[in-house]
């Protein structure tokens, strides 16, 4: 198959698979997008959250949108390629597309999907020697209804800038024990200014005891679907006396206030995690997979 980035005005590109479209998604785009993505909303909520927060069009978003257009011009896949990828697509021809144009661009830290969907990429995507250095899979655990609280948690309130410095330390650690690496050490100012910008959107939970950070968890999308939460931490101090399930029960409440449900995913080793999740009236609602890829190295000289 010979796949290229086309704008829209050029003329669709011939494939194995019949004629198809390769775009570069514009702002004038937003709204087919965000009707595409919300066929799925429980599964395309990363795409839409970073849409509904940055546009379609925006360097925040650590990569570019692209379209996969059938024969008669009708949207029939999108996907975010970039530092982290992700992709929504009607049929297999668009998987395969966007597997191939992944593997082009060196920038990928990692793809995230269903896991049949990744199967599907990987039986697509060109292995020359390990494809990625790590594979991670996944539970979507989610929530629907909020639940009567009988011991409601003092002092959980959203971050302000004053608690950058205990925020940003716990999630580059939570960071380095998910991949491996540490955005610290690797992007240290990007990654702090990253942290602070979600502080700013009130996007960040936290429970501050002594000047420790006792609980913490992130708002990574937002919109009334779906409400999608990352970097939930309890102190090691904390953890087994049922702070966390009692944190997050709390904090769902309230954030089910404006939203449908509530979702966040775990590692399926995590048992502690998982267990805490349930406890908080969570449950498992699919399964996912993470492909970690290797940085491009240059060639020795050696």
């Not at 546009?55 to 970039?82: C, M, Q, W, Y």
């Not at 966007?98 to 060109?126: D, N, T």
Request: hydrophobic share 40%; with cysteine.
């Amino acid at each position: 198959m010979t796949v290229q980035i086309a704008n829209r005005q050029t003329q669709p590109i011939v494939t194995q698979s019949g004629s198809t479209l390769i775009v570069t998604l514009k702002v004038e785009d937003q709204s087919e997008v965000l009707s595409f993505l919300s066929r799925r909303p429980e599964h395309t909520f990363v795409m839409a959250g970073l849409i509904h927060d940055n546009g379609l069009v925006s360097e925040l978003n650590r990569g570019t949108f692209l379209g996969h257009r059938n024969a008669k011009g009708e949207l029939d896949g999108v996907a975010l390629i970039g530092h982290i990828s992700v992709f929504e697509t009607a049929n297999e021809e668009a998987l395969a597309t966007f597997a191939q144009l992944m593997q082009r661009c060196p920038s990928i830290h990692a793809v995230i999907g269903e896991a049949a969907k990744i199967r599907s990429f990987l039986s697509h995507y060109e292995v020359n020697g390990a494809p990625h250095w790590l594979f991670c899979r996944e539970q979507l655990f989610e929530k629907r209804r909020s639940e009567k609280i009988e011991e409601s948690v003092t002092g959980l309130r959203l971050a302000t800038l004053d608690d950058l410095d205990l925020v940003v330390p716990v999630h580059a650690q939570m960071a380095f024990e998910e991949c491996g690496i540490n955005p610290l050490f690797t992007d240290s100012e990007g990654f702090y200014r990253r942290c602070a910008r979600r502080i700013e959107q009130k996007r960040v939970w936290v429970k501050i005891e002594n000047n420790q950070l006792t609980f913490k968890a992130d708002i990574i999308t937002e919109t009334p679907d779906i409400t999608y939460l990352e970097g939930v931490y309890v102190n090691d101090k904390n953890r087994g006396k049922g702070l966390g399930a009692k944190c997050l029960k709390n904090l769902t409440n309230e954030l089910l206030k404006a939203t449908r449900s509530v979702c966040l995913l775990v590692n399926e080793h995590n048992t502690s995690a998982r267990a805490c999740y349930q406890k908080a009236g969570y449950e498992v609602r699919e399964v996912y997979d993470t492909l970690f890829f290797r940085p491009v190295q240059e060639p020795s000289l050696h």
